[in-house]
């Protein structure tokens, strides 16, 4: 466990010397707060920017609290997956590339511990600067429409964040079996993309499917009823978590490193 | 006593065959040169051993590692050391000692040590990033050591440096030998011959010859006789080949270079015909086998 303390100090001290402590929050918060802001403003950006024509009435409905936070969330699953993937490409594929992986790997060093240490440390971040901006947001919301319950928001938090986390597992998964961080990239997106455009077009078929829980975590600050697919799709997003990390395990000591 | 058995190892890049069955063994604290023209196999080899590539076939054992983790038992330097430029050198040894598996406390002990006994104590504390390639060098050699290995690989240590740096790597590797097996890959023959005790010459994938320094040079005894006079040196060996057991003479710039069957019976068939003719000589050598000469011959079987 000595060895796995090392390795994961090792990553939190990387991540704050280039500067990911700030800039990944900072990015996170910048995404989320701005959907909040920019739909209880609308009518005066609109005004201010002179874009109507004299005379022109545009009746803005104004959105319920609910559906601000919505925006927020959504984000996570646009800009917020695309920042986690940037970041979490080349933690293990940048290392191997460069050859400094060929340095520490012929240390006694448990491979096992090597991929975990990496999740962890991204799951740290990414959790962190999730938390932050999703929690503002809900302040935000709370200050210019209506505060939304605490729980509710935990909830929705808890749930979406599973999605979240899955998604970094599946990104540290290829990390292990490609060299280069771009295909690793490529790859984790392509994937992603794939699995949310057939969660959403087969809802009948893929009810369970892990790309739905943020459409589950809606529901939460929605407030509408939590549909009976919820549980099955946490357990379902759970197990394909645990089992990707093993097979990432698995993989990195099968592989050459040089 | 060995540290390790290499039993047969092959190993094929696509359709290339880099290793095509190689067998050694290496003993404790000895140095021993892996010596090789480019792309002869030198680095496979050592990376094989470090267990970065696998080989297709054959077994590598290593002595004690039967129950423990082999990587425990080596010490292991890339031709092309990379590290995390965002550390400092010291941050990056004491990751290493205690990767390596030395507590906190002994690690940090080790990596002052290191860092005094390879000169870059006053670049501590600097990012790996601003380091010079020597600078690096030493530090991959302070990495590789610091858990006090049975053997440690270096793969091409002081080709990259400049003369003040390859004396002091050299000299740091002689201290080294007292405590553990060296195994260093190297085209230049100098730095071989100059610390090594024991020699594998690798040609295409293959071992080709492996021995003591003297041992090779014994065997690949040349019998030769360079001679050279004041004047007339072309003349004088000229004639001189006259002689009976000479087998072949050749000019050489300034020297004669006589190959003879018996190298005793001609030496002493050449001084008494110079003292007899009073001739003018200025250099009389039976030649010394170089290590250069015995890579020449060993690679053009």
């Given amino acids: ?258 | 006593m060995p540290v390790v058995n290499i039993i047969n190892i092959k190993k094929q890049f696509q359709d290339q065959e880099v290793i095509k069955g190689m067998d050694f063994q290496l003993s404790e604290r000895k140095c021993i040169a892996l010596l090789g023209a480019n792309g002869a196999g030198k680095t496979t080899t050592l990376k094989m051993l470090a267990g970065l590539v696998k080989p297709d076939s054959g077994s590598i054992v290593f002595e004690g590692a039967e129950k423990a983790d082999f990587r425990r038992l080596i010490g292991y330097l890339p031709q092309f050391p990379v590290f995390y430029e965002w550390m400092t050198g010291n941050e990056f040894l004491e990751y290493a000692g205690q990767l390596a598996g030395l507590p906190k406390s002994e690690a940090k002990d080790r990596a002052k040590e290191l860092l005094e006994l390879t000169g870059i104590a006053e670049a501590k504390n600097r990012r790996i990033g601003k380091y010079s390639g020597g600078m690096k060098q030493r530090l991959g050699i302070a990495q590789a050591i610091i858990h006090r290995p049975k053997l440690v690989m270096l793969d091409e240590p002081v080709s990259a440096l400049d003369p003040f740096g390859r004396r002091e790597v050299l000299e740091l590797m002689d201290k080294l030998k007292k405590e553990s097996a060296i195994l260093f890959s190297t085209h230049i023959l100098n730095d071989a011959e100059e610390i090594c005790d024991e020699i594998l010459f690798l040609h295409n994938g293959e071992l080709v010859e492996s021995g003591t320094l003297t041992g090779l040079r014994t065997k690949h005894q040349q019998a030769k006789i360079d001679l050279a006079f004041k004047e007339n040196t072309l003349q004088y060996a000229e004639e001189l080949s006259l002689l009976q057991p000479v087998s072949s003479m050749k000019l050489d710039g300034e020297y004669a270079s006589f190959f003879v069957e018996d190298i005793e019976y001609a030496r002493e068939l050449f001084l008494t015909e110079i003292m007899q003719r009073n001739l003018p000589l200025v250099k009389f050598e039976i030649s010394r086998t170089r290590l250069e000469d015995v890579f020449m011959k060993v690679v053009q079987k």
């Fill in chain 1, 1 to 258: 466990m000595n060895q796995w303390m090392t390795l994961f100090k090792k990553e939190m001290l990387e991540m704050s010397r280039n500067f990911k402590w700030i800039w990944v929050p900072l990015t996170f918060i910048m995404i989320a707060v701005k959907e909040p802001l920019t739909l209880y403003y609308m009518p005066q950006i609109i005004d201010s920017l002179g874009g109507l024509p004299e005379g022109a009435v545009i009746e803005l409905p104004v959105p319920s609290a609910g559906e601000a936070l919505a925006a927020s969330l959504s984000q996570f699953n646009t800009f917020g997956v695309l920042i986690i993937v940037l970041i979490t490409m080349g933690t293990i594929a940048g290392e191997r590339k460069s050859g400094v992986a060929g340095l520490i790997l012929v240390k006694p060093v448990s491979y096992a511990w090597f991929v975990t240490a990496k999740w962890a440390s991204s799951m740290i971040l990414i959790w962190i600067s999730y938390f932050l901006s999703y929690f503002l947001s809900w302040y935000y919301v709370g200050v210019l429409f209506e505060f939304i319950s605490f729980m509710d928001f935990l909830q929705s938090f808890f749930v979406n964040g599973i999605w979240l986390t899955l998604i970094v597992t599946v990104v540290i998964l290829f990390n292990t079996f490609m060299k280069s961080p771009g295909a690793v990239g490529f790859i984790s997106i392509g994937i992603i993309v794939i699995l949310s455009i057939l969660s959403s077009s087969l809802p009948h078929l893929l009810e369970w499917s892990p790309a739905l829980l943020s459409a589950y975590a809606n529901a939460f600050i929605m407030g509408s009823n939590l549909p009976d697919e919820l549980l099955p799709s946490i357990i379902v997003s759970v197990i394909m978590i645990t089992l990707s990390l093993l097979a990432s395990i698995a993989i990195f000591k099968r592989r050459e490193l040089a």
